[in-house]
């Protein structure tokens, strides 16, 4: 899957670093300039949405539910974004796990909410209590069943 980051902007190198913590798969992630499979953004929506991460079909303003929906577009070109105000207390490595999750909505996983906590978990704050903020073995073995 090619991904592109309209450059310059503060979440580059999250993004990009983000794309490396799923290295290593059946399904890479490879940055390009142009025919994108994956749009990845930031916004600052300060408190008016819900997520701190949302993976959406390209071009749309819509909301999906809450925290963030995936796994329908896996085909098609799809955008990831994260809401920069939300973040702003993360660490960097919290920030990268956010655009890491995106990154596998975007791949085509949905949420896993069985034990122990994966990346692909909902909610950030429990991902963060149990240090989560890279693919973990069943995020990476999920994305090899896809692909
Ligand atoms: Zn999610």
Known sequence: MKYYVPSPLISFPIWNN????????DASLTWVNSGEHIYATNESRGNTVAWTGVTRKKGTVQD???PCV????ATGQVEVVINWTSVSSYTTAQKQGVAAHEFGHALGLAHN???????MYPYDSNRHSAGV?????????????LY
Do not use: R, V
């Open 70 to 73: 995936g796994g329908f577009f």
């Open 64 to 66: 999906p539910p809450t």
């Open 113 to 119: 909410t069985s034990s122990p906590i994966k990346l």
């Open 133 to 145: 903020t890279t693919p973990q073995s069943d995020d990476k073995a999920g994305i090899n069943a």
């Open 18 to 25: 983000a794309a490396a913590s799923w290295g290593g798969l």
